[in-house]
């Protein structure tokens, strides 16, 4: 076992080594003239890493790009931002490609190393024509008349290629980025028309477009659209929209385009740790066929400013409705810190759903008083469909001991009532963390919302290892945990998020994780004295 000078050694050559891995080598270097990427003729294979170097675009097209799922190509700025402020209808373009990267890494200094400032006709960042496989992290879109990100591609009546038994788009990821001053969609991903698209014109006929599989949208910071902040329809399978902050969405008030989070027809998905603030629109909206899992969300003021003289200008913090729902599945509505949203806490009306589930939810000073306790919780469905428990709320922020919502902050104080009044939903749904990535839970019981009081002055028997460290966090190969000598780690076993063990170490402080699928895990270690669970996220990049 590490004592601590050797612990601290061994991180400091860690990160040392993080550090020459990062340094890239470029394969291929594209000019500041250079404004389309055209790989056609194959003169830029898998696994290359294509540096662009820091300028002013008018636009950039990447276009007939194919790397492989195990090589993919990467783009990349180097020498300070690609910077575009264009007249043109799109700023960056991603056409005909697949297993592709775009990351704005490339320069130290600079958080966003490519720059969407301005486009005059249309969107920031396009991603269709059959494109699949696509990465973006790290880039910046801003100051747009439509959708700052579209990320499809639409049939019409002179190519049928990309209808639903011709084409999947997989793999989408969008990914610490910053997209703001939005007239319409902060993002728009996957078809709304999920149930159907009439192409009018020559052809005149019902087609419909592709579905999405293994989308993830996380670590997003969207502000000021238009219309919805975050959208994704036609999300099939394994879609996952996690940590991002969405700020003063739906600000045009357009009736149909008001959420700050919104999952439509076609998708199924987990929803969470997200953070949305002063919207227009409902915090969240759900529609999609079922199987929602919605977690450890924060939503403040939704809707508030929304008609604030009509009180049946309805917004709501989550709205859970119908558009085309499967047959036999449930929705999971968990762990989520609601405050003064303008009408209702959480609607949910859904009758074709099997089942609802609502529980440990906290709901703060809705809006809409003549609804008595339906402010709350607004069920439309016949009880019978659905489960409510060990949910709160109050009309009284005070009574709820945040630690300091005067500055939104929305954690608790040790004095809080939602402190082990939750259910636990660690075996059964594998919820192990809270909103700020914190174990849950962290005292004897759950606690109710999408905070899990850490504080100090709590009492916590179980955990008798407080010296513990993981590393690294995330992962994709060895996680290694580190404790005092006094107090040794015995065992190591991962658990994922449906409570299944899905790993045993096979040393006593060291486990294996490379053949685990990316997500996030609850990693528990069994000390000499006690045992102490941690959030672990495994990504394979």
Not at 270 to 296: A, E, H, P, Q, T
């Amino acid at each position: 076992m590490y004592n601590l000078s050797k612990l601290l050694i061994f991180l400091l050559l860690f990160s040392a080594f993080q550090v020459r891995s990062q340094q890239r080598v470029c394969d291929v270097e594209i000019p500041p003239s250079t404004f389309v990427i055209d790989d056609a003729h194959g003169t830029i294979h898998p696994g290359d890493v294509v540096c662009i170097k820091g300028s002013s675009k008018d636009f950039l097209l990447i276009r007939n790009v194919h790397g492989t799922a195990q090589m993919p190509i990467q783009f990349i700025n180097i020498d300070g931002a690609v910077v575009i402020n264009t007249d043109n209808y799109y700023g960056i373009k991603i056409a005909h490609s697949s297993f592709i990267k775009v990351s704005g890494t490339g320069t130290d200094s600079i958080q966003y190393g490519f720059q969407v400032q301005r486009v005059a006709g249309g969107t920031g960042l396009a991603v269709g024509d059959l494109s699949t496989d696509v990465e973006i992290e790290n880039m910046e879109i801003a100051n747009t008349p439509i959708a700052g990100v579209y990320a499809k591609t639409d049939p019409t009546c002179n190519d049928f290629s990309s209808t639903r038994d011709k084409f999947t788009m997989y793999n989408f990821k969008f990914h610490d980025c910053y997209v703001h001053d939005v007239a319409d969609e902060g993002l728009y991903i996957g078809s709304s028309k999920y149930s159907g698209q009439h192409l009018t014109g020559d052809c005149d006929t019902l087609v419909y477009p592709h579905v999405l599989i293994g989308t993830r949208v996380y670590n997003n910071i969207i502000e000021n659209t238009g219309w919805d902040g975050i959208q994704v329809s036609s999300a099939e399978q394994d879609c996952k929209v996690y940590n991002n902050i969405v700020r003063n969405d739906s600000y045009a008030g357009h009736n149909g385009q008001m959420s700050g989070i919104i999952i439509g027809g076609g998708s199924r998905a987990d929803v969470y740790n997200n953070k949305i603030y002063d919207g227009k629109g409902d915090g969240i909206d759900l529609f999609g066929l079922g199987s929602m899992r919605v977690f450890n969300n924060l939503i403040v003021r939704a809707g508030r400013a929304y008609m604030p003289n009509d009180p049946v200008a309805f917004k709501h913090g989550i709205y859970l409705g119908k558009a085309v729902t499967a047959t036999g599945e449930d929705n999971k509505i968990y762990n989520n810190t609601i405050v003064s949203p303008k009408s209702f806490g959480i609607t949910y009306a859904n009758d074709e759903a099997n089942m609802g589930y609502l529980i440990n939810n906290a709901v703060i000073n809705p809006g809409y008083t003549d609804a008595g306790e339906s402010a709350f919780y607004n069920i439309n469905v016949d009880e019978s469909q659905v489960e409510l428990s060990n949910n709160y709320s109050s009309s009284n922020l005070e009574d709820v001991k945040f630690l300091d919502a005067d500055t939104d902050n929305y954690d608790l104080k040790p004095t809080s009532p939602l402190i082990d009044n939750g259910k636990d939903l660690t075996t059964s749904e594998g919820l192990v963390f809270d909103i700020e990535g914190r174990v849950r839970p962290f005292h004897n019981y759950t606690d109710m919302g999408a905070y899990e009081c850490q504080d100090p002055t709590i009492s916590v028997e179980e955990v008798t290892a407080e010296n513990a460290i993981v590393y690294p966090n995330p992962a994709n190969s060895m996680v290694y945990v580190a404790a005092n000598t006094e107090n040794p780690v015995l065992k190591l076993t991962i658990v994922a998020l449906n409570g299944a063990v899905v790993a045993k170490g096979v040393h006593a402080a060291s486990i294996n994780v490379s053949n685990l699928p990316d997500g996030v895990y609850r990693m528990v270690a069994t000390f000499k004295h006690g045992e102490k669970s941690f959030p672990l996220v495994i990504v394979h990049e």
